[in-house]
């Protein structure tokens, strides 16, 4: 017996077949996002790891130049001489702080400093100056109306505790035709009681 069959009857049909297409049509969605991410991140990994080479390329390059204008050696060289330049200059500082801790500091000469007034004549520096190979020497700058207030100034700076053990070796006065006041520098060194440098 033969039956017949109609195939676009809708009983032949499943009774959910949209439903599982649309959940196939999420999962492949899915995967496919899944896909494309990793793709993109290893992709811009990949594309930086490109960036980062030719950049790296370049600071080479002018790298190479700057080394073909420039002697390694000299530059080298000369750093080290600055180096050196710059330990010297400390270790001085340092000899100038070592004397003021072992004399007891500054502070007797700051005070007479501070206290000296001469009329007509203003100090405009003062300093502790390291000559090589000697204890520090005492430098004070400054101006004058007339050339004569500085001996009268050295006169009260020797007349007071704080210096009376200074000798000042050096007096420098400076006038120019067209200035009023005349400039002067003096370098003085605390001597021992025998006269030898302190």
Do not use: C
């Not at 390059?61 to 080298?76: F, M, P, R, S």
């Not at 004399?103 to 390291?130: C, I, M, P």
């Not at 520090?136 to 500085?150: F, R, T």
């Amino acid at each position: 017996m033969l039956q017949q069959v109609n195939l676009l009857s809708t009983d032949l049909l499943p009774q959910q077949p949209l439903l599982e297409f649309r959940q196939m049509l999420v999962a492949l969605a899915a995967f496919v996002v899944v896909l494309l991410t990793l793709s993109s991140v290893k992709g811009f990994e990949v594309w930086q790891g490109f960036v980062d080479t030719e950049a790296l390329e370049e600071d080479l390059v002018l790298l190479l130049a700057q080394i073909k204008g420039v002697d390694a050696k000299t530059a080298l060289q000369a750093e080290l001489d600055a180096l050196n330049t710059s330990k010297a200059d400390r270790l001085a500082e340092l000899d100038v702080l070592k004397v003021a801790k072992r004399v007891g500091g500054f502070s007797d000469q700051l005070v007479v400093l501070a206290e000296s007034r001469v009329t007509g004549l203003w100090l405009t520096d003062f300093s502790f100056v390291q000559v090589e190979g000697s204890e520090p020497h005492l430098s004070v700058v400054g101006v004058a109306h007339q050339p004569e207030l500085v001996g009268q100034f050295l006169r009260e700076l020797q007349s007071h505790g704080g210096f009376s053990g200074y000798q000042f070796s050096e007096l420098e006065i400076q006038r120019e035709a067209e200035e009023k006041l005349a400039h002067f520098s003096l370098l003085g060194q605390e001597i021992d009681v025998d006269g030898a440098p302190g």
